[in-house]
């Protein structure tokens, strides 16, 4: 009888990927298949530019694929969760070793020239380039909730596992983190009137 890999739950599929067999790849694949196009989303939103997205994004489920005897899913809930949790750590640990911050009058130049040509009739996808510009100029931990919450969908207490931040802290950081959103974009929208 053939296994239909499609058909089996997370925790299935990572008992077949633990036992390193012929198996276990395509166990990996219907598991990157499952969840690959979410967590590129979140890698390009983390990330500074297309090129380390996509290195995130691979180095990401290397590490899953590496690590995979030390998974158990009763501690997860979600697989998901645990992907974007790679995702965060390595971008943190990156972001740790080289100890440097974009600076703000940079990335305001960036936008200047990346922005120039916004006419005063914003469109949807004048919007789509306007937001993610707007995200970076959030600090990491504010950008973080947001990108968490609206982005990706996630509860409060799934964030919480990926973070280690408190429930209640985080709810007062995403309240926050919207507020400056909505200012940064309400700044930028009135620059471009004029």
Not at 106 to 113: F, G, Q
């Amino acid at each position: 009888m053939k296994l239909e890999y499609g058909t089996l739950s997370d925790a299935e599929l990572l008992d077949i990927m633990k036992k390193k067999d012929k198996s276990s790849e395509k166990a990996f694949a219907e598991i990157y298949s499952r969840y690959s196009q979410r967590v590129y989303a979140y890698c390009l939103r983390i990330g500074n530019d297309f090129a380390s997205a996509q290195d995130l994004f691979q180095e990401t489920f290397v590490k899953f694929y590496e690590n995979i005897a030390n998974i158990n899913l009763n501690n997860i809930n979600k697989l998901i969760v645990y992907l974007i949790t790679i995702a965060r750590n390595l971008k943190f640990n990156e972001s740790r070793k080289k100890k440097n911050t974009v600076l703000i009058d940079e990335y305001e130049e960036t936008i200047a020239d990346s922005s120039a040509s916004i006419e005063l009739n914003l469109e949807q996808k004048e919007l789509e380039k306007i937001i993610p510009e707007a995200l970076m100029k959030l600090d990491y931990a504010s950008r973080e909730v947001i990108i968490f919450r609206l982005y990706e969908g996630l509860r409060y207490d799934e964030i919480e596992k990926i973070t280690g931040v408190s429930n209640n802290l985080l709810r007062n950081r995403f309240s926050r983190a919207k507020e400056k959103l909505r200012q940064i974009l309400n700044k930028y929208l009135d620059e471009k009137k004029y």
